[in-house]
């Protein structure tokens, strides 16, 4: 028994001794190595930036993409942002859908348009290009890319690409909320005094335009050398096409005389100063005589599909996919194309596109004639190629958007709620029998923007020049409306500022319909308590034998109180911090 | 295989077993004794026939006359009185008429096991102590209360029967897990990290104090429940800091012990028990059907200014079913569930060996199906169904006089299928898709459905392949005491080392079919099909969905002697856990603990404890914390001035104080540490042109906390212990007083300029009190035995601080309140016309009409905002009891288990069944009955339901996400929780078997339920998980 008791003894003292080296050895690292940290990311020895370049495909993947995007959701499509203006209206059954919120004004401080009226989304935005540009710094990164005036090290350029998206962060604010806190390069931390009050409009302005200012020569230009893996990036072109938009937005009314709130620095400027304008213009002329690479395209609708055309200067990207041909297509084809046709355009906005050779409907100079009965007869090329009406072409048949027609039937669906569908953005899928996949970037800035900015600012400041003529009827030409007998276009001779200004205003409606320019267009230009005001109207199509008719209805009634003019600061930004003012009337 | 072959040979193994039972009961006859003439003799024995020591005999006039000895005999000398009652804390009462019996007679007294076991000893965490030093708040429940439920796991049992454990049952069956434990990617698939322990609880919600317990099983942490209960000795809840201070960073939590049966008897005793039953769904929602949804989506649409979609003959032809394709009407409730669905269980146990080596084994089949239908033309099943066995095996061996041995070794195996569509996406879409929205078959025979609805929910059923799920356990344990008494009188060693694993795995075979919309031809056209959904031919793909490994090692010194009357226990402990689960880096918490117990005469108790805890996923630096409790008691009963009072047993006052911890499981995964991930599919940027894949790599979110560490509290529990008339009254009482703080919460004032999600910091502090008692009585008139046993608990909380953001008003501060109180506006009735609506403040922002709810402004500002919202919940504390009242006679026993619950709410958040007409895919989606009592113009005055809109206007539901007091529904509930009647065989009966004991029983759970929330079961608060599940069982129990 006694031996046995020592057996016992020693192999405990075994036992323990294997315990206690088991709990000392590690069979595993003592922190997560997959979790790598910023040191790997921008390491002091990747020459290449192979990591830290994913870090900037992130910042990247920060710009918004357009298409359908507020309320998009796993289950649904979304709506454009323009379906909240007079142009269209969200065909979705959802009471509650972000775009009739938009237009109704259902929403106040604490109860916002989460889709659309974001805010910590930005400042995340902000936040990672910071990161990015002050931690790109160590990586020992080699190369050069050309720039606009030689070679450029590939390291400036891709810390002014962040710059840039990080300047297109706080505009997106900017162009919502007026002056926003201006937040610095430095990534702020768990402990750091956050309650940071708002900058000026003016200064925010003033910081954007620096900063795209001191970019522009850092980045690459068009053509880019290697298109094919680069073709996506931010260029000089870009960020002086942002810097147009900036400057434009900044000497409209809202901000520039018409101040909502006269003597607050934070809504606008609180004065009006045409050099504003003056500054706008000159911004635009000088992209259009700097870079003359770009132009506009002769096909309208190539321009939304084919990559790496003349006219693109910045997009955010996209797949090539059917996303927007089924999103909005028409509904009553079968799969795989069955639209939900999701987007229905006003009748209102039918309206506006001029004959085909540029003269409104009733002009009785036209050489044609508005047919009530075959309404979309002779009228300017780009409605066709923007909106899908009863009797269009598409997908090899002609659609039916009467009453209980195929792609109008009388059943509890979505579908088309004014007889209009979206065709803008699509594949030229007319004579096809099915969707294709085709590019769907969100182009973000092309040409014929930038001449609708020049003509605008120039208008404004000059009056109706020859050069705001000559971009209008540029415009005019590749859109394919008939130059007429006194080559005008349709444009009359001779019009006063304020004739200019409507006519310019009525082009950049029409031929930047739903690229996100209608719905801030109508804030700067503080005309969206008129364009609110009207009803919004569709059609609804009988038919009763072969004959069609064509009653006008209405399919909503919109709001507009002044407050909507900017969007409220979340109210628990407001509440939590102490140096944070409200817009007015939130 | 080996399930075909157990399924099939059920019914044989049935069949033989009563068919023994039969021969043995007609040949079974009384034995003569032939003992000493003059004398009576005889044996006490329990239901294996192995004898029961230490039962006293005691005559009519309640006279003491002998007690069995060591192997059950007496003598008696002589016919003593008329009869005779055989006495014993843990057997019923059992009388004997001598009338009859002949002096030489030898009887073998059967006696019964009392359903409410008395112990004097309870298993406490890694130890077991005596009851009387026991200073903690525990709550106990042995083998008969957890066997008289037949589930699948032995939760099911607990409900109503542990003081101060709130359950809420949210689905009535186990959610099979066939996820992947990686997300599939482009190009290959990327671990998910941190995740949890996997559970084999998907049932129920369980609420110690406030706490989620901490189960332990046989001293090892794990979350093992869906074993047999014939093969668990008890289960246990204890509350208070000292009881689970040796948890160390989760004693906060309070635990939930699990004891399994153990090699703990000499000889041999087997258990055979076999039982079936149907299970069948309690309250399923009840949609409306075609012709009401059609009649009432049309007043839905006009009320939005819409034009109506449907005409009055189709209402006609929605009822009367004349065009089942075009016009159909399908309650699919009714066309997808089953009414019943079997569910069996057979489970054998054998103990026995001898006094240096005793062994338990247990052996356990169970097999439970769904309610889903399938179809003759599959080979395979589409139900859901699990088949579970169970093998065990433990060994106790007294390998020298000092050393004891104990090994044991448990295997699982938990084989499930379901519908390749999946469980839950079809009771989804059941609950969401209108009676009217497709045929379910064309005139052609093919699966209708459409562009909104391109999944046939038949189809998805039974034509949707399968996915079988599995998991596998393995779990060996070694555990040694060594009596060290040879250096030191009253020392020892002990160590336990366990190993386990579990794999989870998921084989997916599923499909999908197109679904096809019919459209009748016109003038002579033929009619048309067009195809909508998916063809997807079955995969096969292998799932790993949880690979876990636990080891668990713990090494104590005790040292425990008697100075007279004082009594000295002493432990110093240490262990040491390792969970390695999927792709995780191990978590590893270990302990270092001391515990010392000091009592007086068995009259002044006094306890502490100390644990130095560690976690290692905590920040170094930051990885040790302290915990420590103490604990008092005085059993005044035992005092000399109280010596008289024979009929007061104990009366035991008691109070323990702790400061505990909660850490681990709610600290994230090395979330001080700011780490990136890169991907190939999040924050991705294609690269130009070409669009090629261009890998994103990003902060992972919240931001990292740094200081990070496990919540705290300030636990103190006091109780009382009373015992009276001889043990047959018993009452307990507690109350608690538990301050948490150092709560992991996001901070209230949080900016978002800072770009980044916030993460959880220790800032919340909480206070949850309460008062839990029980009472039981256990007596027997002559051969009537009865008991009843109830217990009540009240839980109260308080939040006493969280970093709110500035509220305005009073009402609107979380601050105060009960914890996790819903905030929400006040619904007052309805506007019932456009004056009272100019008339009163309005929500901004929405187009109210009629019948609307009216809404309190509570501010008076003429406007409902956020500041009008307050509390809607009832602020009364939460409230639970439960009854178990029984009794047995003449080899009838019956059980009633009563339970419910007030002072609880239930939040109605589900639109579908708030005002039904979702929009989904392009239509409009199901509505349920209720929606009936809706307000219009005319029932203004009856009205329950606001008026009706279609396409979700949220005025109603949740305006603004906000929550309404309107849907704010009492969720008081009374269930008739459980019954089981047995009938045990007369003992001569079975005698010649073995001489086996059996009982004949029946057994049935929910059979009534009384709430007054009775849309669906007042546990379930999502109405489209499974319903909770009625089972009426038989079965038998053999014992010898």
Redesign the interface.
């Known amino acids: 028994m006694k031996s046995m008791n020592g057996k016992i003894y020693k192999l405990f003292l075994g036992l323990v001794v294997i315990v206690m080296s088991y709990s000392c050895s590690d069979d595993f690292e003592s922190l997560p190595v997959e979790d790598f940290t910023s040191e790997f990311v921008f390491s002091t020895t990747d020459s290449l930036g192979i990591q830290a370049k994913k870090y900037l495909n992130s910042v990247y993947s920060q710009i918004e993409y357009g298409h359908n995007r507020i309320d998009q959701s796993f289950f649904n499509s979304g709506d454009y942002l323009d379906a909240a203006t007079d142009d269209a209206i969200s065909s979705s059954l959802d009471q509650d859908n972000a775009v009739l919120r938009l237009a109704t004004g259902r929403y106040t401080a604490s109860s916002r348009v989460k889709d659309e009226m974001k805010w910590g989304y930005y400042y995340k935005g902000i936040r990672s290009s910071s990161t990015f540009i002050t931690s790109i710094d160590r990586v020992p990164l080699r190369g050069t890319v050309m720039g606009a005036t030689g070679p450029i090290p590939l390291k400036s350029a891709w810390k002014a690409e962040a710059r840039f998206i990080r300047a297109l962060h706080y505009f997106e604010l900017v162009k919502r909320y007026g002056g926003v806190p201006l937040v610095g390069d430095e990534p702020r931390q768990l402990g750091d005094d956050l309650e940071l009050p708002r900058n000026t409009f003016e200064e925010s302005i003033n910081y954007i335009v620096g900063e795209l200012d001191s970019v522009q020569d850092s980045l690459r230009v068009r053509p880019i050398a290697n298109p094919a893996s680069d073709g996506h990036v931010v260029t000089k072109g870009a960020a002086l096409a942002l810097k147009t938009r900036v400057l434009l937005y900044a000497a409209s009314p809202l901000f520039n005389g018409g101040n909502i709130n006269s003597e607050n620095e934070l809504t606008g400027y609180t004065n009006y100063d045409p050099l504003r304008w003056k500054a706008a213009s000159d911004a635009a002329r000088k992209f259009m005589d700097e870079l003359t690479y770009y132009s506009l395209i002769p096909d309208f609708s190539d321009v939304f599909i084919t990559e790496g055309n003349s006219e693109v200067i910045f997009f955010r990207q996209g797949s090539e996919n059917s996303s927007v041909e089924l999103h909005n297509g028409p509904v009553g084809f079968t799969a795989p194309n069955d639209g939900v046709g999701r987007t229905s355009p006003t009748q209102n906005f039918v309206e506006t596109f001029p004959l085909l050779d540029g003269k409104e409907i009733g002009d009785t100079t036209s050489v044609y004639r508005f047919d009530p009965l075959n309404p979309y007869d002779n009228r300017d090329p780009r409605l066709d190629l923007t909106v899908l009406h009863n009797n269009s072409l598409w997908l090899n048949k002609q659609l039916e958007t009467f009453q209980g027609g195929l792609n109008n039937p009388k059943a509890a669906i979505q579908k088309t709620k004014t007889s209009y569908y979206l065709r803008k953005f699509m594949g030229d899928f007319e004579r096809t029998d099915n969707y294709s996949n085709v590019s769907h970037d969100w182009i973000m800035f092309r040409y014929a923007e930038i001449l609708l900015n020049f003509a605008e600012a120039e208008n404004e400041y000059s009056g109706p020049t020859n050069e705001v003529y000559q971009v209008l009827q540029d415009l005019r030409t590749r859109a394919g409306i008939e130059p007429g007998d006194n080559s005008m276009y349709g444009l009359q001779g001779n019009m006063t500022q304020d004739q200019m200004r409507e006519a310019i205003h009525k082009e950049r409606r029409l031929e930047m319909a739903f690229e996100e320019q209608r719905y801030w267009d109508i804030r700067r230009w503080k005309i969206a308590d008129e364009v609110y005001s009207q009803v919004f109207q569709g059609l609804v199509i009988s038919q009763s034998g072969p004959v069609l008719n064509y009653n006008i209805v209405d399919v909503l009634n919109p709001t507009f109180e002044e407050r909507r003019y900017l969007y409220p600061i979340p109210y628990e930004e407001v509440i939590n911090n102490d140096n944070m003012v409200q817009n007015p009337g939130w | 295989m080996l399930k075909f072959y157990i399924k099939r040979s059920n019914l044989v193994f049935l069949v033989s077993v009563l068919t023994a039972l039969i021969g043995v009961v007609t040949g079974a006859q009384a034995q003569k004794g032939t003992g000493v003439s003059g004398n009576i003799n005889g044996v006490t024995l329990n239901s294996y026939g192995n004898p029961v020591p230490n039962v006293l005999l005691v005559n009519s006039a309640k006279d003491s006359l002998t007690t069995s000895d060591v192997n059950g005999h007496f003598n008696l000398d002589s016919n003593p009185s008329r009869y005779i009652y055989f006495e014993h804390p843990a057997y019923y009462v059992k009388r004997i008429a001598f009338e009859g019996i002949n002096p030489g007679d030898s009887l073998r007294i059967k006696l019964t096991e009392r359903f409410l076991k008395q112990t004097e000893n309870l298993d406490v965490l890694y130890d077991t102590v005596d009851k009387e030093e026991f200073l903690g708040s525990a709550s106990t429940v042995y083998t008969n209360e957890l066997t008289s439920t037949l589930a699948p796991s032995f939760i099911y049992s607990l409900p109503g029967r542990l003081t101060g454990l709130y359950t809420e049952q949210y689905r009535g069956i186990r959610n099979p897990s066939s996820s992947s434990n990686s997300n599939p990617d482009l190009i290959g698939s990327i ?1 998910v ?1 941190g995740n949890s322990s996997p559970s084999d609880n998907s049932e129920f919600y369980l609420n110690l104090r406030g706490q989620g317990p901490v189960t332990v099983i046989d001293g090892v942490q794990r979350d093992i429940s869906s074993i047999d209960p014939e093969n668990i000795e008890s289960i246990s809840v204890q509350k208070d800091a000292l009881s689970s201070i040796l948890l160390g960073m989760k004693s906060s939590r309070g635990v939930l012990l699990v004891t399994t049966k153990k090699p703990d008897v000499e000889g041999f005793e087997v258990s055979l028990t076999g039982q079936a039953g149907v299970q069948t769904p309690l309250n399923l929602p009840k949609p409306l059907p075609a012709y009401q949804y059609a009649y009432l ?1 049309n007043e839905a ?1 006009q009320n ?1 200014g819409n034009a109506p ?1 449907y005409s009055p003959e189709n209402f006609n032809t929605y009822r009367n079913g004349g065009d089942p394709y075009l016009y159909p009407d399908n309650n699919f409730y009714d066309k997808i569930l089953k009414e019943n669905a079997p569910i069996s269980s057979y489970n054998l146990n054998i103990k026995g060996g001898s006094e240096t080596a005793k062994y338990f084994v247990g052996l356990g089949y169970m097999n439970q199906e769904g309610h889903f239908k399938s179809s003759s033309e599959n080979s395979y099943n589409t139900n859901l169904a699990l088949d579970r066995y169970l093998i065990t095996t433990k060994l106790a061996i007294q ?5 004891d041995l104990g090994l044991s070794l448990f295997a699982r195996i938990e084989d499930g299928t379901q519908p390749g569509a999946g469980v839950n996406n079809i009771l989804s879409a059941i609950y969401s898709t209108p009676n009217n929205a497709y045929p379910i078959h064309n005139p052609d025979g093919s699966f209708g459905g459409n ?2 609805f391109n999944n046939n929910i038949l189809s998805q059923t039974t034509n949707s392949g399968y996915i079988e799920d599995s998991k596998k356990d393995a779990v060996a344990s070694i555990d040694l005491d ?1 009596n060290l008494g ?1 250096f030191m009188e009253g020392l020892s ?1 002990s ?1 336990l ?1 366990n190993i386990s694993t579990q794999n989870r795995s998921a084989t997916v075979r599923n499909k999908r079919s197109l679904v096809y919309e019919f459209k009748p031809g016109e003038d002579g056209e033929e009619s048309g099909y ?4 998916a063809l997807n031919s079955q995969v096969n793909n292998f799932v790993s969905v949880a690979s876990t490994r636990y080891w668990y ?1 713990q ?1 104590s010194l005790n040292y425990e002697k008697d100075f007279g009357l004082h009594s000295f226990k002493a432990k110093v402990l240490g262990d ?1 856990y390792v969970v390695s689960l999927n ?4 978590q590893k918490p ?1 302990d270092i603990a001391g515990d010392v117990k000091y009592n007086f005469a068995d009259k002044y108790f006094l306890e502490g404890a100390l644990n130095y805890s560690s976690y ?1 996923r905590y920040r170094p630096g930051n990885q040790w914390g302290l915990f420590y409790a103490f604990g008092l008691g005085w059993d005044i009963a035992k005092e000399n001035f109280l010596s008289d009072a024979k009929w007061l047993n104990q009366l035991k006052l008691r109070g323990v104080y702790g400061k505990t911890g909660n850490g681990i499981d709610n600290s994230g ?2 979330t001080w ?6 991907s190939p599919v999040t ?10 894949l ?7 979110s919240p ?4 200081n990070i560490s496990w919540e705290k509290a300030d636990k103190i529990n006091v109780g009382v212990d009373l015992s009276l008339f001889n043990d047959k009254l018993k009452l307990t009482g507690d109350y608690y007083y538990d301050k948490y703080y150092d709560l992991l919460q996001i901070r ?9 999600d ?2 959880v ?1 220790n800032i919340g502090r909480n206070l949850y009190t309460g008062v839990e008692t029980s009472i039981t009585y256990q007596d027997n008139i002559a051969d009537f035995n009865y008991f009843i046993t109830a217990n009540w608990s009240q839980q109260d909380s308080e939040v006493l601080f969280m970093d709110e ?2 509220k305005q008003e009073d009402y609107n501060k979380r601050t105060g309140q009960p914890v996790g109180t819903r905030f929400g506006l006040v619904a007052d009735g309805f506007f019932n016309s456009i004056e009272e609506i100019q008339q009163n403040a309005t929500l ?4 109210v009409q009629p019948g609307d709810i009216r809404y309190k402004d509570l501010n008076n500002d003429g406007v409902i ?2 500041f009008d919202q307050s509390g809607i919940a009832n602020t009364k504390p939460l409230s639970f009891y439960g009854v178990n009242a029984g009794f047995n006679f003449k080899g009838f026993d019956l059980s009633v288990m009563l339970q419910g619950v007030y002072n609880r709410d239930i939040y109605v958040s589900d639109n579908i069944l708030q005002s039904g007409f979702q ?1 989904i ?4 989606g199901q509505a349920y009955q209720p929606i009936i009592n809706r307000w219009t113009p005319e029932t203004a005055e009856t009205a329950t339901y606001p008026r009706l ?6 005025y109603n539901s949740n ?4 929550s309404t007091s309107f849907w704010v529904k009492s969720g008081d509930y009374f269930r008739i929780r459980n019954v089981s009647l047995g009938y045990t065989l007369p003992a001569n009966f079975t005698r010649g078997f073995f001489d086996s004991s059996v009982r004949l029983f029946a057994n049935g759970s929910n059979l009534f339920t009384s709430s007054s929330y009775d849309l669906v079961d007042p546990e379930i608060s999502n109405f489209s998980s499974y319903p909770i599940l009625r089972t009426i069982s038989g079965g038998f129990n053999i014992k010898f």
């Open positions: 671990p990290l989506l649409l939005d979609v390998v020298t006089d000092d050393l562009v909104s060594y040879r060693f160590a080392t067009s195809p909508f959904g090692g090494i040491k792709y995780d880096l191990p270990a290692n995964y090395y540490r700011q780490s990136f991930q890169e924050n991705t940027y294609l690269q130009g042109y070409s669009d090629a261009g890998n994103g790599t990003f902060e992972n931001l990292a906390n740094p209230g004032r949080n900016i978002a300029l800072i770009g980044f916030y993460p910091e953001q500035f901004e922002g929405f187009d905002n956020q929009s895919g392009q239509t409009y809109t279609a396409g979700g206007n949220t305006p603004n996400f906000w």
